[in-house]
C-alpha cells in the first residue's frame, strides 16, 4: 500500500508538472511574444500608457520606435512627441461655398499621416451633396466619381474629425486610450488602444477607422517626420483618426495641416482660437458658421461657413 | 485536511466527466469538434486580423458583438427566474435553482469569449485590469460591463460551487451564506442586463440605440429568452436524469414567458409608433430593418421572421390549452428563441449602424468564419454547461456524495454513467 501510494503521489506530481508546462505553453504561444522574440518586444508588450510615462520611459519609448521603424521602412525616421503649445487651441474652417469636391485634401493626409494603403484608409470622408436638398446626410453621395467635378447642381462637404470640446469618444473608451490634448487635439495612443470599436459607435462623424488588418504602407511612400500621437506607423487591430497633423501643427515654427496646405481652392482654414487676431476667430466673428450635428453637444472646433 | 476533502471532491468530478454513455462522448467529441474549428478559425483572424470579418468602419460591431447582447439577456433571465422562488421556497423550483445559475456561468462564458474575439488587441486585454493597466471606470459604460459581468460570472460561480459541494457533504447549505448571495444576485442579474443596454443607449450619435426604452426592452425580451431556453433544457434534464421538474413548475414559466412577451412587443410598438408617427431624420434605421432603405433590405427577412414569431409564441403561450400541451409549448420555445435572438442580437446591433453616422448604408452579413467562430463558442457555453450538469445531477440526485472516511468520493449507479456497477463497489481514495 505504502509504494503504490508513493507512485501514485510520483505520477500526480509528473502530471501536475507536465500540465504547467503544457499550460505555460500554450499561453505563451497564444497570448504572449515568441521566446526569442527581440527584448523590444516584451518592452513594447509592457509599455504603460502614454500619459503615464515618465519623461525617461518616453525617451526609451521614443528611441526605441524610431529604431524599429527605420529597419522596417529603411529611412531614417523622427518619432517626436511634442507637447502642446501654451496659449494655443486649434480651430478649423471650411469654405462650404469654395469646395469643389476634388479630393486632393484626402490624399494628401494620406501621404502625411501615413495611413494605410492597402488597404486605404481616408481620414477625409467628402460626401457631394444636392443643392436643392442643403445638408441632408441621408442624401449625400460618398462614393461620387465624375469626370469633372464640381458638378452641377452640387455642393461638396468634407467630414473629418471635428475635434469635439465634448469628444464622446473619449468618453467611452473603456482604457483612456484616447484622450483631449490641452491644445484641444483629440489623440489615441496606438500602443494602448485594444481595438474593441467602441469610440466608434460613439462618434457621429465617422471620423474614426479600425486597421482591419495590417496596415499597407509602402517604404517608398512612408513619411518619416512623425509624432508618437499622430501620424507614426500603426499597428493591426488599432483605431486611428485625425489629429490636425500634430506633427506640424505643434512645430515651432508651426506648419499648416496637409489638407489646408493642398486645398487648391483656399477651401480651408486653421488657426489659434485663443489668438483673438487669428484668421479663424475672423470667420467665426463675421460669417456664417454653423457646426456639424449641434443638437449632440460635442461642440466641434470645426466650422463649416459660406464665405460668398 | 480540508484540502484533501477538496481533492477528494475534484477527483470524483473527474471522474463523472470522463465516463459516460456512448451518446455522452458522442456528444462530447461533436461539441469539442465544432471547438477544434472554431479556434481554428480564431487563429486564422488573429493572423489576419479582424479584415477576415465582414465588419468595417461603418459597420464596426457584428454577429460577434450581437451574440454577446443575446447571451447577457439569457444569464440574466435564467437567475431572475429561478432565485426567487428559490429564496421564497416556491417548491416547484426550488431544486433547480442551480441549473439556472449554471446556465448563467455558460452564458457568460460565451459573453466573454464573443467580447474576446471581438477586439483586435487580444494580447491587450491586461489594459483593462485596474492597477496594471486603467479601467476607464465610471466613465466608460463598457468599463461598467466589463465589472459587473465578471462580478456576474464568479457571483453565480460561487453560489453553485457552494450549494453543490455542501450538498455532497450531505448538508443543508447554510443559509446565512446562501441567502444574501442569492438576494444580490437578483439585483446583479437586472444590473448586467441595463448596464449592457446602457451601453448602446448612451451613445447619442446612434438615434436607433439613443432611445430611453431600450433598457426595459432588453430586460423585458431577456425574460421571454431566457426561460424559453430553461424549458427546453429543464425537459432534457428530467427525461435523461433522474431530477425531478414538476409540469407545474415549466407551465408556470410559460406563464410568465407570456406576460413578458406581451410587455416586450408593447414597448416595441412604443418605439416603432414614435418613430413612424414623427417621422423624423431618426427614422432611417427603423425604416432599413423593417422595410429596407433605397434598395437594402438584408435585414427586412429576418426582422419579419422574428415578428411572426415572437406574436405566435406570445399567444401559444398565452392560451391556457396550448401553454400546457408540451408539442405546442416547445414550438413555442424554439420560437421565442429564434425571435428573441435575432431582434436582441442583428436586429438591435445592425441598424444602430445603418444607415451610419454620415448617411452611408453598408450592408452587413457575417463571412464564415464569424460563423464558424461563433459555432465554436456555442459549443464551448454548450460543453461548459454539459459539464456542470454532469457534476451538479449526480449530487442533486444524492448519487454522488462524500464517503464515510469524509473525503473519498462515492459515485453510485446513475444513468449516465457506464461501468458504474464497478465504480459503485470501489471508490476513490487520495
Redesign the interface.
Same mark, same amino acid.
Given at each position: 500500500m505504502p509504494t503504490q501510494e508513493r507512485r501514485d503521489d510520483r505520477a500526480f506530481r509528473m502530471s501536475r508538472r507536465k500540465m504547467m508546462r503544457g499550460v505555460a505553453a500554450v499561453l505563451g504561444a497564444i497570448?504572449?511574444p515568441a521566446q526569442d522574440a527581440p527584448a523590444s518586444v516584451w518592452e513594447s508588450?509592457f509599455q504603460k #500608457?502614454f500619459r503615464?510615462l515618465s519623461p525617461e520611459d518616453l525617451k526609451g519609448v521614443l528611441s526605441r520606435l524610431e529604431k524599429e521603424y527605420s529597419e522596417k521602412y529603411k529611412k531614417a525616421v523622427k518619432v517626436r512627441a511634442t507637447p502642446p503649445i501654451e496659449g494655443v487651441s486649434y480651430g478649423y474652417g471650411l469654405d462650404l461655398s469654395r469646395c469643389i469636391g476634388c479630393r486632393r485634401c484626402v490624399y494628401a493626409c494620406v501621404e502625411e499621416n501615413n495611413q494605410s494603403r492597402d488597404?486605404q484608409i481616408h481620414w477625409i470622408?467628402v460626401?457631394q451633396l444636392n443643392k436643392e436638398r442643403g445638408v !441632408?446626410?441621408? !442624401?449625400?453621395e460618398?462614393y461620387y466619381n465624375p469626370a469633372k467635378v464640381p458638378e452641377k447642381g452640387h455642393f461638396y462637404m468634407p467630414?473629418q474629425c471635428q475635434q469635439c470640446e465634448h469628444p464622446?469618444c473619449v468618453? +467611452? =473608451?473603456? +482604457?483612456?486610450?484616447t484622450w483631449k490634448e490641452r491644445d484641444g487635439i483629440t489623440v489615441v495612443d496606438y500602443n @494602448? =488602444?485594444?481595438? =474593441?470599436?467602441?469610440c466608434?459607435?460613439? =462618434?457621429?462623424?465617422?471620423a474614426?477607422?479600425? #486597421? @482591419?488588418?495590417?496596415p499597407g504602407l509602402p517604404s517608398a511612400e512612408m513619411n518619416p517626420e512623425t509624432h508618437y500621437l499622430g501620424n507614426r506607423p500603426r499597428? /493591426?487591430? /488599432?483605431?486611428e483618426k485625425c489629429t490636425f497633423c500634430v506633427q506640424r501643427v505643434r512645430n515651432t515654427p508651426g506648419r499648416y495641416t496637409a489638407c489646408v496646405e493642398i486645398c487648391p481652392v483656399g477651401a480651408r482654414k486653421f488657426g489659434n482660437l485663443l489668438d483673438p487676431e487669428s484668421e479663424m476667430r475672423y470667420i467665426i466673428e463675421n460669417k456664417r458658421v454653423f457646426i456639424l450635428k449641434e443638437d449632440? #453637444?460635442t461642440r466641434p472646433k470645426f466650422y463649416y461657413f459660406y464665405a460668398t | 485536511m480540508p484540502m484533501r476533502m477538496i481533492w477528494g471532491f475534484f477527483k470524483g468530478t473527474l471522474v463523472l466527466i470522463t465516463k459516460g454513455s456512448k451518446a455522452y462522448y458522442i456528444w462530447m467529441v461533436t461539441l469539442l469538434c465544432f471547438m477544434g474549428i472554431g479556434f481554428l478559425a480564431y487563429l486564422y483572424q488573429l493572423q489576419h486580423g479582424l479584415i477576415v470579418t465582414a465588419m468595417r468602419d461603418q459597420v464596426s460591431w457584428g454577429f460577434y458583438i450581437s451574440n454577446f447582447t443575446f447571451l447577457v439577456g439569457v444569464a440574466a433571465a435564467a437567475v431572475l427566474l429561478v432565485i426567487p422562488a428559490y429564496v421564497y421556497h416556491w417548491k416547484p423550483l426550488k431544486e433547480v435553482a442551480v441549473l439556472g445559475e449554471m446556465l448563467a456561468v455558460s452564458a457568460m462564458v460565451m459573453c466573454l469569449l464573443f467580447v474576446t474575439v471581438d477586439i483586435g488587441r487580444p494580447d491587450r486585454f491586461w489594459h483593462l485590469i485596474p492597477k496594471f493597466g486603467i479601467l476607464n471606470f465610471p466613465q466608460s459604460m463598457l468599463a461598467w460591463d466589463v465589472v459587473v459581468l465578471n462580478i456576474y460570472l464568479v457571483l453565480n460561480l460561487t453560489i453553485a460551487v457552494f450549494i453543490l459541494y455542501n450538498l455532497y457533504h450531505k448538508r443543508e447549505p447554510s443559509k446565512s451564506f446562501t441567502t444574501p448571495l442569492l438576494l444580490f444576485s437578483i439585483p446583479a442579474a437586472v444590473s448586467i442586463h441595463t448596464v449592457t443596454a446602457f451601453l448602446y443607449n448612451g451613445l447619442a450619435a446612434r438615434p436607433f440605440w439613443n432611445a430611453s426604452i431600450l433598457a426595459p426592452r432588453f430586460l423585458a425580451s431577456a425574460f421571454c429568452s431566457g426561460p424559453a431556453l430553461m424549458i427546453i433544457l429543464f425537459q432534457i434534464i428530467r427525461k435523461y436524469t433522474r431530477i425531478e421538474i414538476k409540469n407545474e413548475a415549466i407551465f408556470k414559466v410559460a406563464e410568465l414567458i407570456a406576460y413578458s412577451m406581451f410587455i416586450n412587443l408593447f414597448l416595441l410598438g412604443a418605439e416603432v409608433f414614435k418613430e413612424f408617427y414623427s417621422n423624423t431624420i431618426h427614422l432611417a434605421p427603423m425604416q432599413y430593418l423593417f422595410f429596407g432603405l433605397k434598395g437594402h433590405s438584408d435585414l427586412v427577412p429576418f426582422i419579419w421572421t422574428a415578428m411572426i414569431f415572437n406574436v405566435s409564441a406570445f399567444f401559444l403561450f398565452l392560451i391556457p390549452q396550448t401553454r400546457e400541451n408540451y408539442v405546442t409549448l416547445n414550438i413555442g420555445c424554439v420560437l421565442i428563441i429564434i425571435g428573441v435572438y435575432i431582434e436582441k442580437g442583428m436586429g438591435l446591433v445592425i441598424p444602430g449602424l445603418v444607415p451610419d453616422t454620415l448617411g452611408e448604408i453598408f450592408e452587413y452579413s457575417p463571412t464564415g468564419i464569424e460563423l464558424l467562430l461563433t459555432m465554436g463558442i456555442w459549443a464551448t457555453g454548450l460543453l461548459v454547461y454539459t459539464l456542470l450538469l454532469r457534476v451538479a445531477v449526480p449530487i442533486l440526485t444524492g448519487e454522488f456524495f462524500v464517503g464515510e472516511d469524509g473525503r473519498t468520493a462515492v459515485i453510485v449507479d446513475t444513468e449516465f454513467i457506464r461501468r458504474a456497477d464497478h465504480l459503485a463497489e470501489q471508490s476513490y481514495r487520495d
Open positions: 497570448a504572449l508588450f #500608457n503615464e488597404p470622408r460626401l !441632408d446626410l441621408e !442624401d449625400a460618398h467630414v464622446p468618453k +467611452v =473608451c473603456p +482604457v483612456q486610450a @494602448w =488602444c485594444i481595438g =474593441c470599436r467602441y466608434m459607435a460613439a =462618434c457621429p462623424y465617422g474614426r477607422h479600425f #486597421n @482591419w488588418k495590417k499597428p /493591426v487591430g /488599432v483605431v449632440l #453637444n | -
